[in-house]
Nanobody, 123 residues
Framework: QVQLVESGGGLVQPGGSLTLSCTSS????????MAWFRQPPGKDREFVAG????????LLPDSVKDRFIIARDSVKERLYLRMNSLQPEDTAVYYC????????????????WGQGTQVTVSS
């Protein structure tokens, strides 16, 4: 069974930072498009960052591109999401996703998912 595992979530004050990590015991992540999504309470899952290894490029929506950084450690085959200047509206469950055929904003088209890690931004 394919498994992605996220870690690094927690409670942080507004203006603070967190780094999320994603790894897998079954996928060689260097060979996959990778992404982070988030799902705020009562809302749909939304794309927050993607990494296209084939073109060595990243994709982040305007809402986070000045605050979030997606990166990969190709040696450890680990994906990261560095989140800076966090605000209460960033509170959500954050998911790691992987696909070898799709790279984009549509959650339903990604193939593999982790269980998610909770990020709560509150004073």
């Amino acid at each position: 069974q394919v498994q992605l595992v996220e870690s690094g979530g927690g409670l942080v004050q507004p203006g603070g930072s967190l780094t999320l990590s994603c790894t897998s015991s079954t996928l060689m992540l260097n060979n996959y498009y990778m992404a982070w999504f988030r799902q705020p309470p009562g809302k749909d899952r939304e794309f927050v960052a993607g990494l296209d290894w084939r073109h060595d490029s990243t994709l982040l929506p305007d809402s986070v591109k000045d605050r979030f950084i997606i990166a990969r450690d190709s040696v450890k085959e680990r994906l990261y999401l560095r989140m800076n200047s966090l605000q209460p509206e960033d509170t959500a469950v954050y998911y790691c996703a992987a696909s070898n055929r799709y790279f984009g904003y549509t959650a339903e088209l990604w193939d593999y998912w982790g269980q998610g890690t909770q990020v709560t931004v509150s004073s």
